[in-house]
């Protein structure tokens, strides 16, 4: 295991609108980002994954207020840190959030290499514009990105270049986690390779030290990250390799993300995606017991009325062996998920229904 550069523990935020209704939208979330590793988080829309990103640096303005919980960068607390502190200190250099859609934020009127100027400038640092130039385009260009680009304006850059860039602005100061809210989701495939190619990049030159990649599209991080997180209504319900949640998902709503995905193969068109049913519970009120309850077709009456925790498959299923090698073993063990029915249960139920649905495939493409 590597040297943990995030670590969050019990982060619990919320929002208060403007009624003075409380929205709990980041509830005991815990993980852990060792160096050099990416972490995804998933989940749809309304689940928490942008609120839980700001709330990770740290920096919290109304509506949004912390409530509980640590976040350590580098061994470092940053949630005792002042307002002041935290800006100066820790927003760019420390941690760097890109918000979902802030290539479309960025001010047409301005030049790319202003934004860069803002950016040190916010930090006190007292660099002459000819330095910063000379940083910027030095960057640039080790990121394959046309240093030309520090002279235009967001209007005259595409989409793909746009998000390359605002990523290499928010980079500048090499932070130590970066996290990308949806990076690619309004750009085409190939830009959205470039995207994720250029984070890498930044990472395997030392520029960041760990990643967090968050999308509503599950299998998108398969070939991104190395672990990923699912989030269901402000917690987390799942997280494993990304192998393992892509390939063997056990908690019924990362299973749900799955199959309500899975493109249908030529001739079987006719054949029903399985998205899940209703939406995702209101957070001004979420259920007593587990927050899926209402969507599950697994769900017994205890799911209303007890309190679920996440567990560790190891701690659930001690004889777990999970893999042909050691490595696997403990990965698997190391598993963890917010569900009171048994792993073998769940899996038992997937291979019965997954073998119906091939079935129905089949028939379908011989008709
Ligand atoms: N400014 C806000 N004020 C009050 N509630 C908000 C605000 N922004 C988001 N929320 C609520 O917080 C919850 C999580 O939203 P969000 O973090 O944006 O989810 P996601 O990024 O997964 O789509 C949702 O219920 C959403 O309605
Ligand atoms: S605890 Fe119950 S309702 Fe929640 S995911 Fe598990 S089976 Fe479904
Ligand atoms: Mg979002």
């Known amino acids: 295991m590597g040297k943990a550069i995030l670590e969050v523990r019990d982060l619990t935020t919320k929002y208060i609108t403007r009624f003075k209704e409380d929205v709990y939208a980041v509830d005991h979330v815990s993980f852990t980002v060792d160096e050099g590793r990416t972490l995804g988080i998933a989940g749809e829309s309304g689940c928490g994954k942008s609120t839980l990103a700001l709330s990770l640096m740290g920096y919290y303005f109304s509506p949004l207020y912390y409530t509980g919980g640590q976040i350590l960068v580098d061994g470092r607390d940053i949630t005792n840190m002042s307002p002041d502190e935290v800006r100066k200190n820790v927003l760019g250099t420390e941690v760097a959030y890109i918000p979902q859609a802030a290539m479309n934020a960025l001010n047409p009127t301005a030049k790319i290499i202003r934004f860069i100027e803002d950016v040190i400038h916010a930090h006190d640092l007292k660099m002459s514009k000819k330095d910063i130039y000379d940083l910027a385009r030095e960057r640039f260009e080790i990121l394959n990105l046309p240093s030309d680009v520090l002279q235009k304006h967001a209007v005259e850059l595409s989409g793909g270049m746009k998000q390359r860039t605002v990523i290499a602005i928010s980079t500048i100061l090499s932070p130590k986690v970066l996290i990308a809210d949806e990076p690619s989701s309004a750009l085409d495939v190939s830009s959205q390779k470039l995207v994720i190619k250029m984070m890498y990049d930044l990472m395997r030159m030392g520029y960041i030290k760990s990643m967090i990649f968050i999308t509503h599209e599950l299998p998108l991080l398969y070939n991104v990250t190395d672990n990923i997180m699912v989030m269901y209504a402000g917690q987390i319900v799942e997280s494993g390799t990304a192998k393992q949640m892509v390939f063997d998902p056990v908690h019924p709503y990362s299973k749900g993300l799955m199959n309500s995905i899975i493109v249908p193969e030529e001739g079987t068109r006719d054949v029903k995606l399985t998205a899940i049913p209703g939406t995702p ?39 777990l062996l999970g893999g042909e090698d050691e490595g696997d073993a403990v990965a698997e063990r190391n598993r963890a998920y917010r569900c009171i029915v048994p792993i073998h249960e769940l899996k038992a139920a997937y291979a019965e229904e997954d073998a119906a649905r091939r079935r129905d495939k089949e028939a379908v493409s011989y008709e």
């Open 281 to 319: 519970p209101n957070l001004k009120n979420p259920p007593q017991g587990c927050r899926f309850a209402e969507r599950c077709k697994y769900a017994q009456h205890l799911c209303h009325t007890s309190f679920v925790t996440m567990r560790r498959f190891g701690e659930v299923d001690p004889g």
